[in-house]
């Protein structure tokens, strides 16, 4: 694991908001691989490489995912649901990146085992600071067990 | 001689003893008299309770009627009638002989109702007698006066009963009568209905004749409760059963809704059913009503609740992009980074143009909800054709081939909102044609289950079923590269619930092509098949 980069797949439907999380990776200058997906359907079928997604070295096994709730197709808390109750993808980290910041949505996040929940604020330089934070903890220091 | 002599001895012995018997005579004819004159007392005395008696049994006397007859007969069973006067003071009414004063020759007793001294009964003589048990009177004069006094308190005792029986049953039948609950009264040997109220009469809408002396299972309109002779003993055994929400038929065949209740009791010692029907209709309907507006409440809410929170969540977003962007603009502009800057300038731009759109999406949706247009009659060809003129544009575009089946069929209400339905709907069929080489769209109408069904079917891309219940949603968009904002769906059902109506969509899946079905059952007047 060591020296290698770490693998995030971000599901984001905004392309602008997949280009600030792409941005501020960047700038982190962070050992890390960004995959992105633009729907619900995508990242599931992402996370079980069906479809287009069949190529195990073109769309690797993430680390972590960055998930946004409101999705097209199949809803974040949806994937969520469905991440954290199979078996093989349960033990993947999935923090959720959204722009509300609704206790509801919050709560029920928790319940399916969300491991963070970060709300995306309404100013640069905070947004910057939140992926600055966000890449040092979960990229620098956070440990993850060794692929399968 | 001396045998005349002895003779003339016993003779004078026997007259000396015949005198003796002649003072025992004249005391034997002074006791006889005085038996004779008890006699006469007590005859008067027995005489004053026939009288009493009489006058008691009297139909239709009343108390005040009956206290002065009395009252008047008294001074006949005194010693001196004709120097007798009497008085009887019950409560605060009086009542006395012609010739009542008070004198010094009286004698009084105490009338005692349920114990306790309501009045008392006078009698006096006018004049001066000579002394005997007390006063100028008998001792059996004294207990004629208290064996009157007692009577006079029975009967007092007895009227007053009397009275209060025929005010409560007076009350019974004044609410038996007035009483805002149909009542039937019934034989418990027979089943028969003994009485019936007036107001079931006027509920039910069936004479007084149709109901009196006929078997409550032979009535009809109760066999969901009694149909039968059997359904009866089982009611007289459980003395109590209660139905809520009964389903009755009048006469007229209004349907009502009751609730019935019936017991058993004693009326002295027989037994009667008491029914109670109350109407219950009202006040059902007015439950189902509140039922139904509470529910329509909740739904509201919960469609509040999630347009705050899809309005917040999609309209946040755009403002995220723009404030982060100017940020980088400001880096970019900086380093002079143009080919960045003009990424940033688009980025923002999209954004700003998106928050326009939703903004003006959501006064169009407050719009849909909100204003009414004077409802009018337009038949189904009229609205089709004239929604086929605002998007003939797009379809003429895409080459799309429209089919409409003619089908008589008129609708009354806002023209133009009604427009908006099949708009939404055609625009989102021409939208999702895909790479169809022949676009093609059906626009008809058909009869499933008594409803009129409407639908627009196009053969474009499809839903997967998974995705249905997510189409009608708020913003929904399946395809985030697809241009607009994920209402037109939002829209249309919304207007289609303003006509009472439903929203479905049926597809065979992806590449299957796509049909929307909705009813607009307080829209359609006429479905064209007379129904």
Same mark, same amino acid.
């Given at each position: /694991? ?6 995030i797949?971000?599901?984001?439907d ?6 600030i999380?792409?941005?501020?990776f960047?700038?982190s200058r ?12 995508a990242a599931l079928?992402?996370l079980?490489?069906e479809?287009?997604?069949?190529d195990a070295d073109?769309f690797? /096994? ?9 999705l ?6 949806d994937?969520?649901?469905i991440?954290?109750s ?5 033990i993947?980290p999935?923090v959720i990146?959204?722009?509300?910041a609704?206790e509801a949505? /919050? ?11 970060l ?6 330089t905070?947004?910057?600071?939140? /992926? ?8 620098a220091?956070n ?6 | 001689?001396?045998?005349? =002599? ?5 003779l004078?012995d026997?007259?000396?003893n015949?005198?003796?018997?002649r003072d025992d ?7 006889r008299?005085q038996?004779e004159?008890?006699l006469?007392?007590q005859?008067? %005395?027995v005489?004053a309770f ?6 008691i ?12 007859e009395?009252?008047d007969i008294l001074?006949?069973?005194?010693q001196?009638p ?23 020759w009286m004698?009084s007793?105490?009338?005692?109702? +349920?114990?306790?001294?309501t ?16 006063g100028?009177?008998?001792?059996e ?18 009227r007053?009963?009397?009275e209060s029986i025929?005010?409560s ?6 609410f038996?009568?007035?009483s805002r ?6 034989d418990v040997d027979?089943g028969?209905?003994?009485n019936v109220?007036q107001f079931?009469?006027?509920m039910?809408g ?10 409550i299972?032979?009535?009809?309109? !109760? ?7 059997d359904?009866?003993?089982?009611l007289k055994?459980k003395?109590y059963?209660?139905?809520? +929400? ?15 209740v019936?017991?058993v009791?004693?009326v002295?010692?027989?037994k ?14 007015m ?6 507006y ?6 509201? +809410? ?6 705050t929170y899809?309005?917040?969540h999609?309209?946040?977003s755009? !403002?995220?992009?723009?404030?982060t962007f ?5 880096q970019?502009?900086?380093t002079?980074?143009?080919r960045r ?8 731009? +999209?954004?700003?143009?998106?928050m326009?759109? *939703? *903004?003006?999406? !959501? =006064?169009?949706m407050c719009?849909v ?7 009018v ?6 609205l ?14 895409k080459g799309?081939?429209?089919?409409v ?5 008129? *609708? ?9 339905i099949?708009?939404n ?10 790479? %169809?080489?022949a676009? %093609?769209i ?7 289950d008594n409803?009129t ?10 839903i ?8 009608f949603? =708020?913003?929904?968009?399946?395809n985030?590269?697809?241009e607009?904002?994920g209402m037109? !769906?939002a829209i ?7 006509y ?18 909705f009813t =607009?059952?307080s829209a ?5 098949k007379?129904?």
């Amino acid at each position: /694991m060591k020296g290698e980069p770490i693998i995030i797949l971000v599901v984001e439907d905004d392309p602008a908001h997949a280009e600030i999380i792409r941005r501020n990776f960047e700038a982190s200058r962070l050992a890390n691989r960004l995959l992105a997906v633009e729907d619900g359907q995508a990242a599931l079928d992402y996370l079980n490489r069906e479809g287009k997604y069949n190529d195990a070295d073109k769309f690797p /096994m993430p680390n972590l995912i960055l998930l946004d709730l409101r999705l097209p197709l199949v809803d974040g808390l949806d994937v969520l649901k469905i991440i954290k109750s199979d078996q093989k993808l349960t033990i993947i980290p999935v923090v959720i990146l959204t722009t509300s910041a609704d206790e509801a949505d /919050m709560v029920k996040a928790y319940e399916h085992h969300a491991n963070s929940f970060l709300v995306k604020p309404v100013d640069f330089t905070q947004f910057s600071k939140l /992926m600055e934070t966000f890449g040092y903890y979960w990229v620098a220091w956070n440990q993850y067990p060794h692929e399968g | 001689m001396e045998k005349a =002599l002895s003779e003339q001895r016993a003779l004078t012995d026997t007259l000396k003893n015949t005198t003796v018997s002649r003072d025992d005579l004249i005391k034997e004819v002074a006791k006889r008299k005085q038996t004779e004159y008890m006699l006469m007392v007590q005859i008067r %005395q027995v005489q004053a309770f026939y009288s009493l008696a009489e006058i008691i049994e009297r139909e239709g006397i009343s108390l005040h009627e009956f206290y002065q007859e009395l009252c008047d007969i008294l001074p006949k069973s005194w010693q001196y009638p004709e120097i007798a006067c009497a008085r009887i003071v019950i409560g605060e009414s009086e009542f006395r002989t012609k010739n009542f004063i008070e004198t010094e020759w009286m004698q009084s007793a105490t009338v005692k109702v +349920n114990g306790s001294p309501t009045g008392r009964i006078d009698i006096g003589y006018l004049e001066q007698k000579p002394n005997l048990d007390e006063g100028p009177f008998l001792r059996e004069e004294r207990m004629l006066l208290e064996a009157i006094t007692e009577r006079l308190g029975r009967v007092i005792e007895r009227r007053q009963l009397e009275e209060s029986i025929k005010g409560s049953e007076l009350r019974y039948r004044r609410f038996f009568e007035a009483s805002r609950d149909g009542i039937l009264i019934l034989d418990v040997d027979t089943g028969t209905v003994v009485n019936v109220n007036q107001f079931m009469i006027e509920m039910m809408g069936f004479s007084r004749e149709q109901f009196l002396g006929k078997k409550i299972w032979e009535l009809g309109f !109760l066999n969901d409760v009694i149909a039968n002779r059997d359904n009866f003993e089982e009611l007289k055994r459980k003395k109590y059963i209660t139905y809520e +929400n009964l389903p009755l038929e009048t006469a007229t065949g209004q349907k009502i809704e009751v609730e019935f209740v019936s017991n058993v009791y004693d009326v002295g010692n027989k037994k009667v059913i008491q029914c109670n029907i109350r109407n219950i209709t009202v006040r059902r309907r007015m439950e189902i009503e509140k039922e139904k507006y509470t529910k329509e409440l909740a739904e509201k +809410n919960m469609e509040l609740e999630r347009f705050t929170y899809t309005v917040s969540h999609d309209l946040k977003s755009p !403002l995220v992009t723009i404030k982060t962007f100017l940020g980088y603009l400001e880096q970019d502009t900086l380093t002079g980074d143009t080919r960045r800057i003009e990424k940033d300038k688009l980025f923002m731009n +999209n954004a700003a143009d998106k928050m326009a759109k *939703l *903004l003006a999406e !959501l =006064l169009e949706m407050c719009r849909v909800g909100r204003i009414v247009n004077q409802p009018v009659e337009v038949s189904f060809s009229e609205l089709v054709q004239e929604t086929l003129g605002i998007i003939a544009g797009p379809v003429a575009e895409k080459g799309v081939t429209v089919k409409v089946s003619d089908e008589p069929v008129t *609708l009354y209400g806002d023209r133009s909102r009604l427009i908006e339905i099949w708009q939404n709907l055609l625009e989102n069929a021409v939208k999702f044609m895909g790479d %169809q080489p022949a676009p %093609q769209i059906d626009i008809g109408v058909e009869y499933k289950d008594n409803q009129t069904v409407f639908f627009v079917c196009d053969n474009g891309i499809g839903i997967e079923p998974k995705y249905y219940s997510k189409l009608f949603n =708020l913003f929904e968009k399946l395809n985030p590269k697809m241009e607009g904002t994920g209402m037109g !769906l939002a829209i249309a059902k919304r207007i289609v619930e303003l006509y009472q109506g439903r929203i479905w969509v049926e597809s065979k899946g992806l590449r299957q092509g796509t049909c929307f079905f909705f009813t =607009l059952p307080s829209a359609v007047k006429d479905n064209g098949k007379g129904e």
